[in-house]
């Protein structure tokens, strides 16, 4: 099992920009534009869903509150 290492806001704060930018590369972009933008929506999406990001664990940050 991954340990979770976003918050709350974090995992919202993701799938909204995910969101906004597969939008923005499906109605505005073409060519590698828009494959590079649905690609970073996939991760922030992802990321979001599933709480976890590589890239905090590699940096040992955790935006998740402290469980008591």
Do not use: H, W
Request: proline residues 3%; hydrophobic residues 50%.
């Amino acid at each position: 099992m991954i340990k979770q290492n976003e918050g709350p806001l974090d995992r919202m704060i993701r799938v909204i920009v995910g969101i906004l930018v597969f939008g923005t590369g499906y109605f505005f972009l073409s060519g590698t534009a828009q494959v590079i933008a649905f690609v970073v929506s996939a991760i922030a999406i992802g990321t979001g869903v599933i709480g976890f990001c590589g890239l905090y664990a590699l940096l040992g940050i955790s935006t998740c509150p402290v469980k008591k």
